[in-house]
């Protein structure tokens, strides 16, 4: 089993920028894909963004494309989001998901591929 805790969500005016982590625990983080994504209201969950366990592959939706950025930080067994010109259609509860196991089926900009989630944050983005 691996945990997922997500932290960083908050109330932020549009053009703010907000900055997510998500610690997972187990021992083997750093062969982890890890991927974010996201639930707006009333509406389906939605891939954000994606990097493979060397970081050396990132996938962004197109809609963040140029305005959030991911990271991860093995050391501290941590995935980041960074987000920035946040806009009030960002306005969702925001999920870190983790993939264990190897081999891509589906590949990581799809929920399935995932192993792990986080319970969410929540980025409420106002106008």
């Known amino acids: 089993q691996v945990q997922l805790v997500e932290s960083g969500g908050g109330l932020m005016q549009a053009g703010g920028a907000l900055r997510l982590s998500c610690v997972a625990s187990?021992?083997?983080?750093?062969?982890?894909?890890m991927g974010w994504f996201r639930q707006p209201p009333g509406k389906e969950r939605e891939f954000v963004a994606a990097?493979?366990?060397?970081?050396?592959?990132?996938y962004y939706a197109d809609s963040v494309k140029g305005r959030f950025t991911i990271s991860r930080d093995n050391a501290k067994n941590t995935v980041y989001l960074q987000m920035t010109s946040l806009k009030p259609e960002d306005t969702a509860v925001y999920y870190c998901a983790a993939k264990v196991k190897t081999g891509v089926t589906h590949g990581l900009t799809y929920s399935e591929e995932y192993d792990f989630w986080g319970q969410g944050t929540q980025v409420t983005v106002s106008s």
């Open positions: 990097i493979d366990w060397s970081g050396n592959r990132i």
């Open positions: 187990g021992r083997r983080f750093e062969t982890y894909a």
